[in-house]
């Protein structure tokens, strides 16, 4: 098989000394496409934070495993080397650097020393990636996120991911505060990613999304836990029916981080 | 405490000094008369700075010898680094430490009568025009004790004087070469813009030495007469050891401009005080500043723009960027003055600080004392935010490289200003050479 895999095992995880994940199992494959579904505030951005070691994130137990390389043992730039990426939800504003040149530094960073694209290369695949995304090319050369719209900070994320070509992308809430227009521009670009090298995981806890790009796989989390997992049908029939079916299953009352079933 | 300044040297020094570069008895005088002046004057007090134990009148040599340059081919490589293209050397002053040691002015620019020579060969051939300039508008001799030392034992320097109507295309340069550790200079220049004049004047002031002991005390007075226009660049990066005051002031007439474009990079303790008096109705000033501070040295950098005419505008805009356990202060200060009307004083300072032991401090100050005006003004001192470092790393960007880019970036906004184009070139050398 070509892809990598990504397998988090009873992965628990504290913000400032209160456990927000406590245990959560999943593996993606290269070709896979996982969505974890769930309300708010129960958990589902604390685990892409964990995965990528953003500083505030505490792994107090579990494991991360990129293929056989153990992620937790990483800093946050290895981790991206690895072949890991984050679309965040709130992209940092960098004053002073421009979107191009972040874009080069991060791909040079990755293809190593001695192994630089050649400026003009680099000129050329930006310019197609942000055609592709209806991207204004002179974003180019705007300063990295400041000033950005929601919906061009959130095709600037796609764009870096469609330029990095990372073997597992992390998804977080992509699709929040995107208008129609601009939520099928996104999708365009992360079904054009679509392939056997690349395992995606997508965060929402909206069906909307996954209207344009369909998963293999559906999670739902609540309490800081995955507590179901089935196929694409599995998000239809929350958007239909909403959570509280699961919630009645499980004999859970209140879904969100600190409360126990 | 003392404050004796107990100097090395006396005023047969300074007497035969004079005699040996064969100066008029007017300077000699005025040396003289500054020697006493430095005995009774108090230290100056740059805010929230104490000075009192840096060391700016204690030093053995005030006389070193260096070879001069006869082709441009010698010059050590980071000079020719600065000089860049042939063209540009067009219009050149090197001093080396003290000695001057190549010169060069565009024939066109000496047959419409532009002076461009060391601060000696001036005194001795342009002496009246000197006369009417040194330290007697811009900066005057008995402000505190370092300027009147400064007078007294000056050993280097520049004049450029632009007449009447004479506008330069080509930048005029300056490179003050420090490359002898007894060094300790006292550079005075002067650039005098007559009525509706133009030139843009850059300078480095470099050391080639890893670190020295040594005294630097530098005067630059600017000179704008109405409708003149002076773009001033300077890049200084001397090195650690150097104890540096320097002031550069200007004094701008009726309609007149002065730009300050200023890479402040010192290895060494620095007091710096950049003051621009807008004299005439009509004046503008604008200074821009970059600073990058590292190692364990200690600055203060004090900018100043002081509204005397109506309709003036003064604009300060400065980045500083401190690492290890270095530490800075920045005082701007806009200055309107009674009667002053219709005046604008901006001012904008924000430092980054790098590590824990780094200081920075940023003062804004308006002193407003006229009703009919308008001023403002933004500052800001702050550490590097771990989320955007964060940011950065998530996309395989190492620290180092990510640490790089957000000090680029915060001071890309002053440096992207800068109105000279060589200086830009330069300071982005210079800054990527002390953040790596």
């Known amino acids: ?261 | 405490m003392t404050t004796e300044t107990n100097l090395s040297f006396d005023k047969d020094f300074v007497r035969s000094f004079s005699t040996e570069m064969n100066e008029p008895a007017w300077m000699e005088e005025f040396r003289l008369k500054a020697f006493e002046l430095s005995e009774t004057l108090p230290m100056p007090r740059p805010d929230k700075t104490k000075i009192d134990k840096w060391n700016f009148t204690q030093f053995e040599t005030h006389t070193v010898k260096s070879s001069s340059y006869t082709l441009l081919a010698e010059l050590p490589e980071e000079v020719q680094a600065l000089i860049g293209e042939e063209a540009a050397a067009k219009n050149l002053y090197i001093q080396r430490n003290m000695t001057p040691a190549y010169i060069s002015l565009a024939e066109e620019l000496k047959g419409q009568g532009v002076i461009f020579t060391d601060i000696f060969t001036a005194i001795r051939e342009h002496s009246e025009l000197v006369q009417k300039y040194f330290l007697t508008e811009a900066v005057k001799i008995d402000e505190h004790r370092l300027i009147a030392l400064h007078a007294a034992l000056v050993n280097g320097g520049a004049f450029l004087y632009i007449p009447k109507n004479v506008e330069i295309k080509e930048p005029i340069h300056s490179i003050y070469l420090h490359d002898d550790a007894d060094t300790n200079l006292f550079n005075h220049v002067i650039v005098v813009a007559d009525d509706n004049s133009s030139v843009t004047y850059v300078e480095n002031y470099l050391s080639t030495l890893e670190s020295a002991n040594g005294v630097f005390n530098i005067v630059t007075e600017v000179i704008a007469k109405a409708g003149a226009k002076v773009q001033y660049g300077a890049v200084d990066t001397l090195a650690k050891g150097i104890t540096t005051y320097v002031n550069r002031r200007g004094s701008a007439g009726r309609d007149a401009r002065i730009e300050w474009a200023l890479g402040l990079m010192n290895e060494g303790n620095t007091i710096s005080e950049n003051t621009t008096n807008l004299m005439g109705d009509g004046a503008y000033g604008d200074t821009k500043t970059v600073v990058v501070g590292r190692g364990e040295q200690t600055q203060n950098f004090t900018t100043k723009v002081v509204h005397y005419g109506r309709n003036t505008e003064g604009y300060i805009l400065k980045h500083g960027v401190m690492k290890d356990s270095a530490s800075s202060i920045f005082n701007g200060i806009g200055h309107i003055l009674h009667g002053a009307s219709k005046s604008n004083a901006e001012q904008e300072s924000r430092v980054l600080m790098l590590s824990e032991k780094a200081r920075g401090d940023a003062n804004p100050i308006l002193l407003i004392d006229e009703d009919d005006v308008t001023a403002g003004h933004a500052a800001s001192v702050g550490r590097v935010d771990p989320v955007q470092l964060y940011y950065l790393m998530s996309r395989g960007i190492p620290k180092k490289e990510a640490e790089r880019l957000v000090i680029h970036g915060f001071l890309a906004p002053v440096v992207n200003q800068l109105p000279i184009e060589g200086v830009k070139k330069q300071l982005t050398a210079v800054i990527e050479r002390k953040v790596r």
């Open chain 1, 1 to 261: 098989m070509a892809g990598s895999t990504l397998t988090i095992k009873d992965l628990h995880v504290e913000i400032d000394g209160k456990e927000i994940l406590k245990g959560v199992n999943l593996e993606i494959k290269g070709g896979e496409i996982h969505a974890i579904m769930g309300p708010n505030g129960t958990g589902k951005s604390t685990l892409s934070s964990a995965i990528m070691g953003h500083p505030k994130y505490e792994v107090t137990s579990g494991s991360i495993m990129l293929d056989d390389q153990n992620v937790l043992e990483m800093e946050v730039d290895e981790r991206a080397r690895a072949g890991l990426f984050l679309a965040m939800q709130y992209p940092s504003e960098i004053n002073g650097v421009t979107n191009a040149d972040f874009l080069r530094s991060a791909l040079n960073s990755r293809l190593g020393e001695g192994n630089e694209i050649s400026l003009m290369k680099f000129i050329r695949k930006m310019d197609k990636q942000m055609e592709f995304l209806e991207m204004d090319l002179d974003m180019a050369q705007r300063y990295l996120n400041e000033g950005f719209s929601g919906g061009e900070k959130k095709r600037n994320e796609i764009l870096q991911l469609m330029m990095l070509e990372p073997k597992i992308a992390i998804l977080d809430e992509i699709d929040s505060g995107l208008d129609i227009d601009a939520l099928k521009v996104v999708s365009k670009g992360i079904n054009q990613m679509r392939g056997e090298d690349f395992g995606c995981l997508v965060i929402t806890h909206y069906q909307r999304l996954l209207n344009y790009i369909t998963p293999d796989y559906v999670h739902v989390m609540m309490q800081g836990r995955v507590v179901k997992s089935g196929g694409p049908e599995l998000a239809q029939r929350l958007e239909a029916e909403g959570y509280d079916w699961i919630k009645q299953e499980l004999g859970i009352e209140d879904e969100t981080v600190g409360q126990e079933a």
